[in-house]
Nanobody, 115 residues
Framework: QAQLVESGGGLVEPGGSLKLDCIDY????????LGWYRQAPGKPRELVASITRDGITNYADAMKVRFKISRTSGMTTVFLQMSSLKPEDTGVYYCNMARASLIYWGQGIQVTVSS
């Protein structure tokens, strides 16, 4: 059973940066894909970025230039470096770790972009 814990969220002004971390403290599952999703108020959860064991990344178009996903080689930690943040980036960010049909989610962490 994976135990995903996110950290690094908070309040930031427009144009600022934040880095999110997500750690699987169980180290019990050999995940193949790690990712970040977000859910803005009143909107469905959407993919922000993902990264595979081979290092292949995938980004939502709106985040492709401003965000960068990375991970540890052991696939137990995933990071999201966010830059040039905009008010529309506000939402709850969830990390996601998957291996075949096994999918685990973090509890979510709030990111608020506001002056």
């Amino acid at each position: 059973q994976a135990q995903l814990v996110e950290s690094g969220g908070g309040l930031v002004e427009p144009g600022g940066s934040l880095k999110l971390d997500c750690i699987d403290y169980s180290w019990s599952i050999n995940f193949n894909v790690l990712g970040w999703y977000r859910q803005a108020p009143g909107k469905p959860r959407e993919l922000v970025a993902s990264i595979t064991r081979d290092g292949i990344t995938n980004y939502a178009d709106a985040m492709k230039v401003r965000f960068k996903i990375s991970r540890t080689s052991g696939m137990t930690t995933v990071f999201l470096q966010m830059s040039s943040l905009k008010p529309e980036d506000t939402g709850v960010y969830y990390c996601n770790m998957a291996r075949a049909s096994l999918i685990y989610w973090g509890q979510g962490i709030q990111v608020t972009v506001s002056s």
